[in-house]
T-cell receptor, first 115, second 116 residues
Framework: AQSVTQLDSQVPVFEEAPVELRCNYS??????LFWYVQYPNQGLQLLLK??????LVKGINGFEAEFNKSQTSFHLRKPSVHISDTAEYFC?????????????FGDGTTLTVKP | DTAVSQTPKYLVTQMGNDKSIKCEQN?????MYWYKQDSKKFLKIMFS???????INETVPNRFSPKSPDKAHLNLHINSLELGDSAVYFC???????????????FGEGSRLTVL
């Protein structure tokens, strides 16, 4: 079984400041990792994903994440946030080998960017 | 052209009523899902179908019945609605091909159900 822990439920930050949203996972098998963003009153959309290869993954809107296998983490970062980045962010993990289509989600982190 | 579309976007109904939500995807994916998002934004998988076959059925009351008439459609029917059913229900799809599905999900816009 897999689990995902998003370490911060809320992250307030000022515009143009850097931000890190933390995600740890546990799994007994190899995994794929994802970050999704949900803007107010919208569905989730993929920000970025780690499937294999380079551990530093770049996504849309200037976000990036680093896969750290030894620490079982997949933290999301952005060097300078905008007001428009205010949203809910979800980390998710799926099993590479079996039930690959079933993703387990973290509880979400609310990012609030203040002017 | 919307990839995953679900209707209706909003439902407001009384306790005890029955309601349905429909979902369609035009991505050519084999697998479709229903997720429930509660008021705290927690996301929980409810059901998953692969090419019309039920493959995931989490602990969900049997008042909830999914139906997949073909691999591009997945509907959710809810009987005898209760206050606790109030939530946003998301339809999603993924590639679903054997050995090729990474689990990347494509979501609809959600259907907000309010039970009074």
């Amino acid at each position: 079984a897999q689990s995902v822990t998003q370490l911060d439920s809320q992250v307030p930050v000022f515009e143009e400041a850097p931000v890190e949203l933390r995600c740890n996972y546990s799994s007994s098998v190899s995994v794929y990792l994802f970050w999704y963003v949900q803007y107010p009153n919208q569905g989730l959309q993929l920000l970025l994903k780690y499937l294999s290869g380079s551990t530093l993954v770049k996504g849309i809107n200037g976000f990036e994440a680093e896969f750290n296998k030894s620490q079982t983490s997949f933290h999301l970062r952005k060097p300078s946030v905008h007001i428009s980045d205010t949203a809910e962010y979800f980390c998710a993990v799926s099993d590479r080998d079996t039930n690959a289509g079933k993703s387990t989600f973290g509880d979400g982190t609310t990012l609030t960017v203040k002017p | 052209d919307t990839a995953v579309s679900q209707t209706p976007k909003y439902l407001v109904t009384q306790m005890g009523n029955d309601k349905s939500i429909k979902c369609e995807q035009n991505l050519g994916h084999d697998t479709m899902y229903w997720y429930k998002q509660d008021s705290k934004k927690f996301l929980k998988i409810m059901f998953s179908y692969n090419n019309k076959e039920l493959i995931i059925n989490e602990t969900v009351p049997n008042r909830f019945s999914p139906k997949s008439p073909d691999k591009a459609h997945l509907n959710l029917h809810i009987n005898s609605l209760e206050l606790g059913d109030s939530a946003v229900y998301f339809c999603a799809s993924s590639w679903g091909g054997q050995g090729a599905d990474t689990g990347e999900l494509f979501f609809g816009e959600g259907s907000r159900l309010t039970v009074l």
